[in-house]
C-alpha cells in the first residue's frame, strides 16, 4: 500500500533545483517574486463527473488541470511562477498517479511553473491547483479597464471543445473524425500565457478574460464591470476546425456560447491593431477583431451583414445549468 507521505514523494516531488526558495516538505512553500513585482494569485477546482467523466484519462487531466490555472494567468498577463495542488483520490492507485502526473509536468515544464506544494486526502476525485504568477505593477489586464470604442479579439478559435462534448453526449451526430478533431480541444487546452503576456508587457490591450464557460456569459463579466456595453458579429467567432465543418446554426451557438475554450478575449485600442496581429504571430496563436466595446450597456450581436440578431445564448452557469 502506497502511504500518503510515499505517494507525494514518488509522484509529485521532483529531484531538481526549482526556483522556489522553499518548495515541498514544510508547513510552507516560500516563493520570491522578483523584486518589485506584484504576485497573481488564482484557482480552479475540478470535480469528477462536473468538470470531467469518471474514468477520465489520468495524462490528459493532469495536463487540464493546470492548463485551466495557466490559462487565468494568462488572462491577467502573469508570468507563470508556481503552483499548489491539492488532491483527493478515492484510492492511491499507482498507473493513476504516473499518468496523472506526468501530464501535469509536461505542461508545468513546458511553462517553467514548479509544484510547490499542495495537500493530498483520500476522497471523491477533486482537483484544485492554486497558481501564483508574477506582473509588473499596472500591467495586469484586468476586467474593468475596458473602455468604448475598443476593438474585441480572440485568440485561437472556440467550440470545438462543446462540439466534442455534444459528440460524447449525443446531442450531435458528429463523423468520427470531426469528433476526433474536436476532442483535443476538449481534453487538452492550450492555455495562451504567451500571448497574455505580451498583450500585457506591451500595453496593447485594456481588458482581458479567459473564456471558460462560454464568450456570450463571459464577456458579460467584463462589460459589468467596466460599465460599458459590446456589439458583436457572431459571423466573425473563429470557429474550431471541426465545428467549421457544422451547419450555421450550430456554428453560431457553440462559438457565442460554448464552453471549456480556455481562448482571451481582450479588449484594445483601434489604433493598436496592427502591433496585437504582430503579437498574435509571434506566439503562433491566431488573432481575431469581432466587434466593438459600446458606451450603451448591454451586449449586442449582428451577423455577418451587419444585421440585428436575437442570439438566444447565455454562458454555462454551475448552478443554473447551460
Ligand atoms: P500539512 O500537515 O501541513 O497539511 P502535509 O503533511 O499534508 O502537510 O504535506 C506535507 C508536505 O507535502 C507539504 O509541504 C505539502 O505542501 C506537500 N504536499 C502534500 N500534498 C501534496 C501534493 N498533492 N502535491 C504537492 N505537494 C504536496
Ligand atoms: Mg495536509
Known amino acids: ?184 480541444r476538449m481534453h487538452v487546452p492550450t492555455p495562451r500565457v504567451a500571448l497574455g503576456r505580451l498583450l500585457a508587457d506591451e500595453g496593447l490591450a485594456h481588458a482581458a478574460l479567459d473564456i471558460s464557460d462560454g464568450l456570450a456569459g463571459d464577456i458579460g463579466h467584463i462589460l459589468a464591470a467596466s460599465r460599458v456595453g459590446a456589439i458583436l458579429d457572431v459571423d466573425a467567432l473563429p470557429a474550431g476546425p471541426a465545428l467549421a465543418r457544422q451547419p450555421q446554426a450550430l456554428r453560431r451557438r457553440f462559438t457565442a456560447a460554448g464552453g471549456d475554450d480556455y481562448e482571451l478575449c481582450f479588449t484594445a485600442p483601434a489604433d493598436r491593431r496592427a502591433a496585437i496581429l504582430a503579437a498574435g504571430e509571434r506566439c503562433g496563436v491566431a488573432v481575431t477583431r469581432v466587434g466593438a466595446i459600446t458606451a450603451a450597456p448591454g451586449l449586442r450581436w449582428v451577423d455577418g451583414a451587419g444585421a440585428a440578431l436575437a442570439l438566444a445564448v447565455r454562458g454555462w452557469d454551475h448552478f443554473g445549468g447551460a
Request: charged letters at 20%; a negative charge; hydrophobic letters at 50%.
Open 1 to 184: 500500500m502506497l502511504s500518503e507521505f510515499d505517494l507525494i514523494k514518488q509522484y509529485f516531488v521532483r529531484d531538481r533545483p526549482g526556483r522556489a526558495v522553499l518548495g515541498i516538505g514544510d508547513d510552507c512553500a516560500l516563493l520570491a517574486p522578483a523584486p518589485g513585482m506584484q504576485l497573481a494569485v488564482s484557482s480552479d477546482m475540478l470535480v469528477e463527473g462536473r468538470h470531467f467523466f469518471a474514468g477520465a484519462d489520468p495524462f490528459a487531466l493532469g495536463h487540464k488541470c493546470l492548463a485551466v490555472n495557466l490559462s487565468d494567468l494568462a488572462a491577467m498577463g502573469a508570468a507563470p511562477l508556481g503552483f499548489t495542488l491539492a488532491l483527493a483520490l478515492p484510492a492511491a492507485e499507482r498507473a493513476w498517479l504516473d499518468g496523472f502526473s506526468r501530464g501535469l509536468f509536461a505542461l508545468a515544464d513546458a511553462h517553467g511553473c514548479e509544484l510547490v506544494g499542495g495537500d493530498t486526502t483520500r476522497g471523491p476525485l477533486t482537483v484544485c491547483i492554486t497558481i501564483f504568477g508574477e506582473l509588473a505593477p499596472g500591467r495586469a489586464l484586468r476586467r474593468d479597464a475596458a473602455r468604448a470604442g475598443d476593438d474585441v479579439w480572440i485568440s485561437g478559435t472556440l467550440g470545438d471543445a462543446r462540439l466534442a462534448l455534444a459528440g460524447y453526449l449525443d446531442e450531435v451526430a458528429l463523423a468520427p473524425a470531426d469528433l476526433a478533431l474536436a476532442a483535443p
